[in-house]
């Protein structure tokens, strides 16, 4: 017998389609929206809680996985104009937090590569200066600052490239995973 992961165990897969499901049980429609939020209905922000509540489900599932949101209805009855919008600001909400990741992760591979430019700089200014270095002990503090500041900015670099960017491009890869999501109702007093 095949051994559960620690996420088969707390989240049902749909059979028909493999997808893991994340149960979400709301009182009415308006539980899906932010309180505060005042605008038109079509314009609503998701209630701060519930997408903390989705982040840390997507966390214990893992990537490969493909997820689908439940949203089980306690009161009221179906009406589809209300799902729809609430289906539009599920999936305007999960992409602008996708525009928002790729342009970090642009932002980031950005600043590596400028960084990587000075650090060339300086490193290149260091070869051409030794050969013409004196003995004085500032022009030598002079080279070796070219050379250590190199050195610094290369290494930054190499840092944002290759441990900064991780973040925001795994992030992404959650985002998309609710993107493609495909969000459902369920109505418990029907």
């Known amino acids: 017998m095949k051994k559960r992961s620690k996420y088969e165990t707390l989240y049902r897969k749909n059979e028909t389609n493999g997808n893991i499901v994340i149960e979400v049980l709301l009182d009415d429609y308006l539980d899906f929206f932010h309180e505060w939020d005042n605008a038109a209905f079509k314009r609503r922000d998701i209630h ?90 500032i022009a030598q503090i002079g080279m070796e600052s070219l050379l250590i500041g190199g050195w610094v900015f290369a290494w930054e670099a190499i840092h944002g490239i290759a441990i900064d960017i991780a973040e925001p491009l795994k992030r992404r890869r959650e985002l998309k995973r609710f993107l493609r999501a495909d969000v459902g109702f369920k109505y418990l007093n029907l």
């Open 48 to 137: 701060p809680e519930l997408v903390n509540f989705l982040s840390i489900c997507s966390e214990d599932i893992p990537l490969k996985e493909n997820i689908e949101i439940q949203l089980c209805v306690k009161e009221g009855s179906v009406n589809k104009e209300k799902e729809d919008l609430i289906r539009t600001s599920f999936f305007n909400h999960y992409d602008t937090l996708y525009c928002w990741e790729r342009k970090e992760a642009k932002r980031i591979a950005r600043t590596s590569g400028i960084l990587l430019l000075v650090a060339l700089t300086l490193i290149t200014l260091y070869v051409i200066l030794s050969g013409n270095i004196t003995s004085s002990v």
